[in-house]
């Protein structure tokens, strides 16, 4: 029997339904959640990005601010911005696109980012504080995921959840949410060995390395939920990181590309948003 598809667009626009009212409440106390970004350059995926944020953020009434910089700026020039949003009290949110330009030390940069405005859960403070189950915002795309899951009825309480990737971004933050929801958690990636003989252990396979289809049906067990965070660009459009068409065939559950995952993302970023405006 074919898998249920997940519907990321969907669960998103419920998040959205509620964040809503959030901002409302907000605004009727006097306070506009506020969201300011920073662009460096002229990656193409990266203006997309926000693009959608943008737009995001104006159908939701979220205030935003979008500083679109040339790819030849300064850190010190970055820095400089950065601290001036920190200083804005109508700014609650931060958030530096990602990748940046060669030249300017990311780390330096992210950690600039007030932590208490770090709405893409980046700042070392955030991170640790994650790692060691305290307060603290958390990346947008593990975020979104654990709500979909939770959205999807699905408990994560003793099973095998096995993610593929080791990011920073993704991969390691899911594995200590997963792990917080009391999971068994494994973290393989592209260099582990005989991937397929762990991958086939998970009830839940968390995918996230950027390699198209890379995961194929033999490497799924039947009845596993699969969620794909991988967005690849191909001659035919856009694919995951899973070969969806096979592994539907297995699969119990499973999120689609595009579609899946990808709208949870930018919903997760405007709860952050609004959960820093009401902590304000």
């Known amino acids: 029997m074919a898998a249920t598809v997940i519907d990321g667009k969907l ?22 959640p506020g969201l300011g970004v920073i662009l460096v350059g002229e990656d193409p995926a990266s203006q997309a990005y926000v693009g959608m944020k943008e737009k995001t ?38 958030l530096v696109q990602l990748p940046l330009p060669k030249h300017i030390d990311e780390w330096k940069v992210l950690d600039r980012i007030n932590p208490q405005k770090d709405v893409d859960g ?28 939770e959205h999807c009825n699905i408990d994560l309480t003793g099973k095998h959840v096995v993610v593929v990737g080791r990011s920073n971004i993704v991969g390691k933050p899911m594995a200590q949410l997963a792990l917080q929801r009391h ?40 009845g596993a939920i699969v969620i794909d965070v991988g967005i690849n660009r191909v001659e035919s459009g856009l694919v995951g990181d899973v070969d969806f068409d096979s592994v539907k065939e297995v699969a119990a559950q499973i999120t689609p590309v595009p579609g899946g995952v990808g709208p949870m993302t930018i919903a997760m970023l405007m709860h952050n948003t609004v959960l820093s405006a009401e902590r304000r």
């Open 122 to 149: 980046f700042h070392s403070i955030n991170v640790g504080n994650l790692s060691i189950g305290r307060d603290a915002f958390v990346p947008c795309t593990p975020l979104g995921v654990i709500v979909m899951l």
């Open 11 to 32: 669960i998103a626009q419920r998040v959205k339904d509620e964040i809503q009212k959030r901002v409302d409440n907000l605004k009727a106390k006097g306070i506009t």
């Open 183 to 222: 999971a068994t958690v494994t973290i393989a990636h592209s260099r582990t060995k005989d991937l397929g003989a762990i991958t086939r252990q998970a009830d839940v396979l968390i995918v996230a390395v950027g390699r198209p289809k890379m995961i194929t049906k033999d490497m799924v067990k039947e």
């Open 57 to 94: 953020c104006k159908k939701l009434g979220i205030h935003s601010e979008v500083y679109r910089l040339p790819g030849n700026t300064s850190e010190k020039e970055v820095l400089e911005l950065i601290e001036r949003l920190n200083n804005d009290d109508n700014i609650h949110g931060i």
